[in-house]
């Protein structure tokens, strides 16, 4: 069973810079990251397929954020630039190694992402 460990974030004023870390247990066919304000629901932030790199983006991140990854470490990278209040929110991995059924499928951008692992969540806060 495929596990997702995360590291990074904290706090940063509007307009500065975060980046996320995240490393899988095993090879998957896509990572990403889901992030949850207080209160909201969780939504789909970046995802990058671990075969080809194509990547996608929610609409209310692209420009701002990127996502890569060391596919020979099994880790993908959140790098998220000119930060704003409304990104502050804990911030979830996911991984998509294949197995079927997910546990769930969920939106990421223009993807649905079969979700085989969740992480512990990073927190990230926006705040002057």
């Known amino acids: 069973q495929v596990h997702v460990v995360e590291s990074g974030g904290g706090s940063v004023q509007p307009g500065g810079s975060l980046r996320l870390s995240c490393a899988a247990s095993e090879a998957t066919y896509a990572m990403g990251w889901f992030r949850q304000a207080p209160g909201k629901p969780r939504e789909g932030v970046a995802a990058i397929s671990s075969r080809n790199s194509d990547t996608s983006f929610a609409d209310s991140v692209k420009g701002r954020f990127t996502i890569s990854q060391d596919v020979a470490k099994n880790t993908v990278y959140l790098q998220m630039n000119s930060l704003k209040p409304e990104d502050t929110g804990i911030y979830y991995c996911?991984?998509?190694?294949?197995?079927?059924?997910?546990?769930?499928?969920?939106?990421?951008?223009?993807?649905?992402?079969?979700?085989?692992?969740w992480g512990q969540g990073a927190q990230v806060t926006v705040s002057s």
């Open positions: 996911v991984a998509d190694a294949g197995l079927r059924p997910p546990l769930l499928y969920k939106e990421v951008g223009s993807w649905q992402f079969g979700v085989n692992a």
